[in-house]
């Protein structure tokens, strides 16, 4: 993912901020049983930043001190974890985030103008979230489904062999999911 791409905040990093937030007691839970999976605290590091995510939406500077204090590991290697994998949230996101792939096959198959139909219709660019809070449009370098390109996931959905119609099929689907709620 390019700089150039991706709309960068740099108001706060995880060192500047001052207090932590109180770890829930489902997050310490699972966090607890994964330390039993691994041989020390640290190594427990990306999975609880993973769990914090899957409650809070993303991880917080605040969750990321809470995370340090109860496992007693530095912040500044969390955040190395953090902003190391992709699919860790620093920023809040969308209800709905789309994993784009833009890798060498999808680009072959034509993912430059699926990029532009998405960012066209959804009105926002790499690293950035639908006004109405429904989508974040991030790029990965690629998603493992070369013979199906181009693709991109939309949550823990794959979608392939995409098209313009395609899209405009699974952006009104997925705005029709957040209706039904």
């Known amino acids: ?22 770890l829930s007691a489902e997050e310490i839970a699972e966090i607890e049983h994964e330390m039993t999976l691994y041989p020390d605290k640290k190594a427990v590091g990306l999975e609880a930043l993973k769990i914090v ?5 993303w991880v917080s500077d605040e969750s990321l001190l809470g995370i340090s204090k109860y496992l007693g590991i530095p912040a500044s290697d969390l ?27 999808c680009w072959i198959m034509g993912c430059e103008g699926i990029k532009k139909h998405i960012k066209d ?13 429904d989508f974040t449009l991030i790029p990965v370098p690629c998603l493992g489904d070369c ?6 996931m939309v949550g823990p959905d794959l979608h392939r062999n995409l098209t313009p119609g395609a ?15």
């Open 1 to 22: 993912m390019s700089n150039g791409d991706v709309k960068m905040s740099n108001d706060m990093i995880a060192s500047t901020a001052t207090r932590h937030r109180k």
């Open 53 to 57: 995510q899957k409650y809070q939406g």
């Open 79 to 105: 955040e190395g974890v953090a902003t190391f994998f992709n699919l860790v949230y620093r920023e809040p996101v969308g209800k709905n985030v789309i994993l784009f792939c833009d890798s060498v096959s």
């Open 121 to 133: 219709t959804l009105d926002i660019n790499y690293g950035e979230t639908t006004k109405d809070g």
């Open 147 to 152: 013979d199906r390109a181009p693709v991109m």
């Open 167 to 181: 899209i405009d099929k699974i952006i009104l689907d997925y705005s029709k999911s957040k209706s039904a709620e």
